[in-house]
C-alpha cells in the first residue's frame, strides 16, 4: 500500500462528487454518497485523422545523422501511422506542413522512404503560429488532426524571446472558435544532426558549416507529437494507448466523467458502517489509535492508460481546506489480496479496477464542507523542457530543451484553464 495524507487528496479522478454530512446520535457522522449525472456524451465514432508533419529545415537534424545513433522519429511516425490505420480502418490522411498543409501525393511506404531519408524536410523555417492555426481550424467532429514538430518557435526578424507573445496570442485566438476542444502533447527525445539547428539568432544562415552546433550529434533533442479534436474523440484515440507513457504526457481540457465508483462493504476498520443501498458511511467514533477507514472503489477499465498512472500518483491528490491534514489521510491500494475481508460481489459486480481507502482519525464537526479535487499536475518534463535563450549555449545545456515552448503550451493553458479538474469531490455538512 502506498499512503498519503488527505491534503494530497485534491485532484484528477475521483468523480466521488457530493458527499453529505449530517450529523447524528452522539459524535455519529453520516456521509452519503452522490454521484453526480454523466455530463459526458459517448464514445466518439472516429472518422478520419488528418496525421501532419512539419517540414521545416530544423527537423531534418532527426533523421539526417552524420553517425549511427537514436533517431527515434524515423521509428516514431511510421509506427503511429500503422497502429491508427490498423484500428481506424486506414483512414490516416498524411500532410506535409511548413505553414499551410499539403497532401502527401504518394503511398504510405514511400512516406516512411521519404521520411528516413529527410527528402520531405528541410523547406524554410515554420511560423508554428499558422501550423497551429491551420490545423486546428481543421478539425471537425469525429476527426482527429496528430501533428509531429520540434515546436521550436521562429518570428523570423522579430525578437522570439521578447515578442514571444505574439505566438501565444494568435494560437489561442485559433482555440477560442472552437468548443468542447481538447489537446494532448507527447514528449519523445532523440539524437540529433547539429547541422540542422538554428538558434534564436538563425547563426550561419544557409552556411551549415557555420551554424553553432555544426559537425556535433545533440543528444536528448526533444520532438512532439500532439493530438488535437474534440474531447472525446481525442479521449477516444487516447484510448489505445499507442502514444506513451503519462511521463512524457500533458493533456489539455481532457477530463475524465465516466469514471464510476461504489462504496465497498469490505475492506473497512474501526467504528464504521456502511450501506450500500443508500451509499452512506456512518462513522460512530474515530481517533488516532482507532482510525475510521472505508474503502472506495473505482471502475476506470476504459480510460487511457495515462490516466491510471496519474490516479496512482499520490502527489495528485489534494483537499481542502489544509487543515483538514491532521484528521484524515488516504490510502492507495495496489493489491487488496493482504486484506481480510474484501468485497469481491461488489468489485466483480461493477468491474472496480483501482481503490482507495479514507481514513479518519478524527471528527470535526464544525468543518462543513471538505472540498476534494483530483487535477492535473503537469509530468517533470513540461517544467522544465522550456528555453528562453538558446544563443550561445552549450550543447549541454540544451539537452531536454525546447526555445521558446511555452509560447505554444500557454494558449492551450489559457483555453483550459477553468476546465482542469478531471474529477471533483464535496462533502458538505448538513445539520439537522
Same mark, same amino acid.
Given at each position: ?10 485532484k484528477? &479522478? ?10 447524528? +446520535? ?18 466518439? !465514432? ?31 511516425? #511510421?509506427?503511429?501511422?500503422? @497502429?491508427?490505420?490498423? /484500428? ?16 502527401? #501525393? ?8 521519404d521520411?528516413r ?19 486546428? @481550424? ?22 522570439? !524571446? ?10 489561442y485566438?485559433?482555440?477560442? !472558435? %472552437? +468548443?468542447? &476542444? ?8 532523440s539524437? &540529433? ?9 538563425? *547563426? ?7 551554424? #553553432? ?22 479521449k ?7 502514444f ?11 477530463p ?5 465508483? +461504489? ?7 474501526? %467504528? ?11 462513522? !460512530? ?15 476506470l ?32 491500494? *495496489? ?13 466483480? %459486480? ?11 482519525s478524527?471528527?470535526? %464537526? ?11 499536475d503537469?509530468?517533470?518534463?513540461? @517544467? ?35 476546465? /482542469? ?12
Open positions: 500500500m502506498k499512503c498519503i495524507n488527505f491534503s494530497l487528496l485534491c484528477y &479522478f475521483l468523480l466521488l462528487s457530493c458527499l453529505s454530512l449530517v450529523s447524528c +446520535k452522539n459524535n455519529d457522522i453520516r456521509y452519503k454518497v452522490v454521484m453526480p449525472p454523466n455530463s459526458e456524451e459517448g464514445k466518439a !465514432r472516429i472518422t478520419n485523422i488528418d496525421f501532419f508533419i512539419e517540414t521545416s529545415v530544423s527537423m531534418k537534424g532527426y533523421v539526417n545523422a552524420n553517425e549511427s545513433g537514436n533517431y527515434s522519429l524515423k521509428e516514431v511516425t #511510421p509506427f503511429l501511422i500503422t @497502429d491508427l490505420n490498423t /484500428k481506424y480502418n486506414n483512414s490516416v490522411q498524411i500532410y506535409t506542413i511548413t505553414d499551410s498543409p499539403e497532401k502527401y #501525393p504518394k503511398s504510405n511506404d514511400e512516406f516512411v522512404q521520411l531519408s529527410g527528402q520531405i524536410l528541410g523547406g524554410k523555417s515554420s511560423q508554428l503560429q499558422h501550423v497551429f492555426g491551420s490545423i486546428i @481550424d481543421s478539425v471537425q467532429p469525429n476527426s482527429v488532426s496528430i501533428l509531429v514538430t520540434d515546436c521550436i518557435v521562429d518570428l523570423g526578424k522579430i525578437n522570439t !524571446r521578447t515578442e514571444s507573445s505574439l505566438v501565444t496570442q494568435k494560437i485566438k485559433h482555440l477560442t !472558435r %472552437k +468548443k468542447n &476542444f481538447g489537446a494532448a502533447v507527447f514528449q519523445y527525445e539524437d &540529433f544532426n547539429g547541422d540542422h539547428y538554428y538558434d534564436m539568432k538563425n *547563426t550561419g544562415g544557409k552556411n551549415i558549416k557555420k551554424h #553553432p552546433y555544426y559537425n556535433t550529434v545533440l543528444h536528448k533533442r526533444p520532438f512532439y507529437v500532439w493530438v488535437f479534436g474534440e474531447k472525446e474523440a481525442v477516444e484515440v487516447l484510448s489505445n494507448n499507442i506513451g507513457t503519462y511521463t512524457n504526457s500533458y493533456f489539455f481540457n481532457l475524465i466523467h465516466e469514471v464510476s465508483f +461504489k462504496i465497498l462493504e469490505n475492506p473497512k476498520q474501526g %467504528k464504521v458502517a456502511i450501506n450500500q443501498e443508500k451509499e452512506t458511511v456512518l462513522i !460512530r467514533e474515530a481517533s488516532e489509535k482507532r482510525p475510521a477507514i472505508f474503502t472506495l472503489g473505482f471502475n477499465n476504459e480510460v487511457p492508460k495515462y490516466y491510471h498512472e496519474q490516479f496512482e500518483d499520490l502527489n495528485n491528490f489534494q483537499i481542502t481546506p489544509k487543515y483538514i491534514k491532521g484528521i484524515a489521510s488516504l490510502k492507495i491500494i *495496489t493489491d487488496l489480496s493482504n486484506e481480510k475481508k474484501v468485497d469481491n460481489s461488489t468489485i466483480s %459486480k461493477h468491474k472496480l479496477s483501482h481503490f482507495i481507502q479514507v481514513q479518519f478524527n471528527v470535526d %464537526k464544525d468543518i462543513n464542507q471538505i472540498n476534494i479535487q483530483l487535477t492535473q503537469a509530468a517533470k518534463w513540461f @517544467d522544465t523542457v522550456h528555453l528562453d535563450e538558446d544563443f550561445k549555449i552549450t550543447a549541454q545545456e540544451l539537452e531536454g530543451k525546447t526555445f521558446a515552448f511555452k509560447c505554444i503550451t500557454d494558449a492551450f493553458e489559457r483555453y483550459s484553464k477553468d476546465k /482542469k479538474e478531471l474529477l471533483n469531490v464535496q462533502l458538505t455538512k448538513i445539520n439537522k
